[in-house]
Each structure stands twice: as structure tokens, then as C-alpha cells.
């Protein structure tokens, strides 16, 4: 298991490292990538003398990047972990892909940040920028997880083909294990919904929503079962909310601190408005996300 963990210098990368030991006790290898940013406009690194003020700037941000990816070093060490340590300059989500590409990585890990919608929607982020465009799996960090103890985590499916694809990619990273997994589905039709597409069979329309509910439980415990290979407790759970109020609440009920889930893709449209689930989860809410990607279906 190779993964690349893109390193700060403010120490944002601790809470990624700490939830990496723990998802992986038995250790993995890990590629500690620190990216330089051009202060220019244009974002360019033209050629500066040795003397010139941009030449300084940048040699100090090289001095910082050293000793953050020499102290994640030292702390990944202890955990078993072999390091290779890469300091380069460019835009650092482009940067970042063509590394875990060009490494064989396994998954892509970044601390990030909560944004509102129109932080989003005007501003750059890196953890945006890899949703959209990177092909791996993503585990991105909004918090200071613990360094020790086994991960609870809620994996949000729809049940696609593409989602069990995500899932089966998933057990394929050598060493992942979770704690208590949560097997989280929706259904949002409602009972009066129901009742009037089902106005002419009344018997039915009041059956409908129950029946639903039980054949998406049964589905998750068909996951479940598949799941036992990563946890030793996997348990379901269906809500008929909408899933942006029934998410936060699932993950509160299960006292989860990781969402699993998948992500497709995005045409221009959503990639102009960020409508995706997916997105809405990495940017707007407090949960660390592990995104899953898989081959199109």
C-alpha cells in the first residue's frame, strides 16, 4: 500500500498522518510530497539572481518545507512507515496527481479546510481541484484525529454499480481496517409521495415505504457481509431524510469520525456549481472524508 500525503508547514498534515496509522496499523508506504507555490501572478518561477528579494522568499519556503517533511518523517518512522520525501515547486494539485501517478500510490491524503459555498464556488482549493480531477482514491482531513485507536467510519452508498465498484477498490488497499463500519443508505420518497403514485392502489401505498426500507436494509447487509474483511463490526443504517440532513445525523448517531464514500465524476455544469454530493461534503462539511474512485461503469 503506497500513499502520498501532501506535507505543510503549519503542521495541517499531523491530523492526516494520525488517521493513516490508524487505518492502516499494519503500516503502508508513503510518498511525503511538499509543494512550493509560485508567489507570481502568473504563477511562474522565472530565473532570479541570487541576490533578488523572490530568490530569498523562495529558499526560505524550501527551508520550511524540509524541516516539516524531516518531522513527518521522524513521526511516520515511528509507526512503521517507510517514507520517501519529494520537494518540488508547481500548482499543487497538478503537481500532486502527477506524482501519485508517476509513484504507482495507491490513495492521495491532504489536510483541507472548511469553506463556505462561496469560497467554493470563487476560490481555489487543492482538495477541489483533486476531486475533480485526480483519478485515486482521496482521503481528505478536516480535523486533529487521535494518532492511536481503531477508526469508526460510515460508508454512504446509493447502491450503483459505480459505488460497488468504489467498495470493491476499497478492499483491494492492502491493510485498511476500520473499526465500527456503518453501512448508510436513503431513501428520500416520502409516505405522501408515495401515497399518490399509489392513489390507486391504497393497500400498496401504505406497504410501499416499509417494503423500500427493508429491501435497502437487507441490500446493506448483503455490503456488510462483504465488508467483514475490514471490520470485524459492520452494522446498517436507512434514513428516509434527505441526505444532507440524514449524513450529519447518521454520523452523530454512529459516532463516526470518517465518511466513506464514492464519487463519479462531474460534467462542466457541476463542476461550474459544485452540486455534487461528494463536493458539498469535502468543502462544506466537519467530517474527514475518505472519497473512493473506481473505473466508469
Request: hydrophobic share 40%; glycine share 4%.
Amino acid at each position: 500500500m503506497r500513499v502520498l500525503l501532501g506535507i505543510d508547514t503549519m503542521r495541517a498534515w499531523q491530523g492526516a498522518a494520525n488517521l493513516l496509522v490508524r487505518l492502516f496499523p499494519e503500516g503502508f508506504d508513503a510518498e511525503l510530497v511538499h509543494c512550493i507555490e509560485s508567489v507570481l501572478p502568473d504563477s511562474s518561477f522565472p530565473a532570479f539572481s541570487q541576490d533578488h528579494p523572490l530568490t530569498f522568499i523562495y529558499q526560505e519556503h524550501r527551508r520550511q518545507g524540509e524541516e516539516a517533511i524531516e518531522e513527518a518523517t521522524t513521526f511516520l518512522t515511528q509507526h512503521g512507515v517507510q517514507c520517501k520525501k519529494t520537494i518540488c515547486e508547481g500548482n499543487s494539485s497538478r503537481v500532486i496527481t502527477e506524482i501519485a501517478e508517476k509513484e504507482d500510490c495507491d490513495l492521495i491524503a491532504i489536510r483541507s479546510s472548511i469553506k463556505s459555498q462561496s469560497e467554493a464556488l470563487f476560490f481555489g482549493s487543492t482538495a477541489k481541484a483533486l476531486v475533480l480531477s485526480a483519478k485515486l482514491p482521496l482521503l481528505i482531513v478536516k480535523n486533529d484525529h487521535a494518532d492511536s485507536g481503531a477508526v469508526n467510519a460510515i460508508l454512504s452508498t446509493d447502491h450503483s454499480p459505480y459505488m460497488n465498484s468504489c467498495i470493491d477498490r476499497m478492499q483491494q488497499m492492502s491493510g485498511i481496517s476500520f473499526g465500527n463500519l456503518t453501512v448508510f443508505t436513503t431513501n428520500e420518497t416520502r409516505n405522501e409521495t408515495m401515497s399518490f403514485l399509489l392513489k390507486d392502489l391504497p393497500d400498496i401505498a401504505d406497504l410501499a415505504p416499509k417494503w423500500i426500507k427493508e429491501k435497502l436494509e437487507e441490500t446493506n447487509q448483503e455490503i456488510a457481509k462483504k465488508l467483514s474483511s475490514v471490520t470485524s463490526n459492520a452494522s446498517v443504517l436507512v434514513s428516509q431524510e434527505n441526505i444532507r440532513t440524514a449524513l450529519p445525523n447518521a454520523i452523530k448517531e454512529t459516532q463516526s469520525e470518517l465518511l466513506v464514500m464514492g464519487s463519479q465524476g462531474h460534467n462542466f455544469f457541476e463542476r461550474l456549481m459544485l452540486g455534487s454530493q461528494s463536493m458539498h461534503q469535502v468543502l462544506h462539511e466537519k467530517t474527514s472524508v475518505l472519497l473512493l474512485k473506481a473505473d466508469k461503469i
